[in-house]
């Protein structure tokens, strides 16, 4: 009887915490989502001189766009987006341009079949954050072209 006593409290203390740990969450998590909102609608349907010119600063300053081009593309956008939102980290913007050139065998910085032929890449990831259940800490995935 105590040994069952024992281990049921034992057990029902560890749920017990693990749901006040939930609960103190999820205000956490609503403020993380109304920051993310916020910074996804600040340019609603305008974006001023100053917002450009920082997002295209942030752009050229990841080695995105090619030279002389003006404006910003779509990905170029996304990509300062997520950025800025914390979902990644200018490293893992690095690491798959690292893949892409291992890949990139013509060096035209497009990827085509031809490239693809006899390639192999190792991608190693990351954990950048703990708010991010996207993948197990021990996601390795390698692929073979």
Known sequence: GRVFACAYI??????????????VSIPISNRQKRLEQRIL??????????DYRTIQ??????????????G?????????????????QESDIAD???AFNDLN????GRLNSADLTESTVFLPY???SSSSPR?????NRSFML
């Open 96 to 98: 798959c341009f690292e």
């Open 105 to 108: 065998k013509t060096r035209n």
């Open 135 to 139: 993948a197990p800490a021990s996601y």
């Open 72 to 88: 910003v593309h779509k990905a170029e956008f996304a990509i300062a987006m997520l950025l800025s939102l914390g979902r990644i």
């Open 126 to 128: 990351h954990r950048t």
């Open 41 to 50: 609608r600040q340019f609603g349907r305008n974006m001023g001189h100053s």
């Open 10 to 23: 034992f057990v029902g203390s560890l749920l017990t915490a693990r749901i006040l740990a939930m609960i």
């Open 57 to 70: 600063q942030t752009v050229r300053g990841l080695g995105l766009g090619a030279a002389g081009m003006s």
